[in-house]
């Protein structure tokens, strides 16, 4: 059975389309394809995916090139450090951690 997948170039990916819709149509030859033997041609399905499911696709694979950590900023701020001129800016850092707690459950 031949499997088509319209809009994706990965077959392997088809199950990114994250709760997208997708349509599927299975076309078969009339009766049984174990009974017709092996001169029959092969059933094909075929799935239609939505612009939402191919822009979703297109995302991952952009990501999958993004790094996850600025390596430059990380080698910035530990060679402040250990140079002694890192300095923490403190209304930064209550601001931060106000935005923080607002976001915990009240009942904790």
Excluded at 18 to 23: D, F, H, K, V, Y
Excluded at 32 to 45: R, Y
Excluded at 46 to 66: C, F, I, P, S, Y
Aim: hydrophobic share 35%; glycine share 8%.
């Amino acid at each position: 059975m031949a499997i088509e997948i319209n809009g994706l170039n990965n077959p392997h990916a088809a199950g990114t389309a994250g709760g997208s819709q997708i349509s599927s149509t299975r076309n078969e030859s009339s009766g049984n394809a174990a009974t017709q033997g092996a001169s029959s041609p092969a059933a094909s399905d075929t799935v239609q995916l939505t612009a939402t499911a191919q822009q979703l696709d297109r995302l991952a694979k952009h990501l999958e090139g993004v790094p996850v950590v600025d390596s430059q900023r990380v080698e910035q701020t530990r060679s402040a450090i250990s140079s002694g001129n890192y300095q923490v800016n403190a209304g930064n850092v209550s601001q931060k951690l106000m935005q923080f707690e607002a976001y915990l459950p009240a009942d904790r």
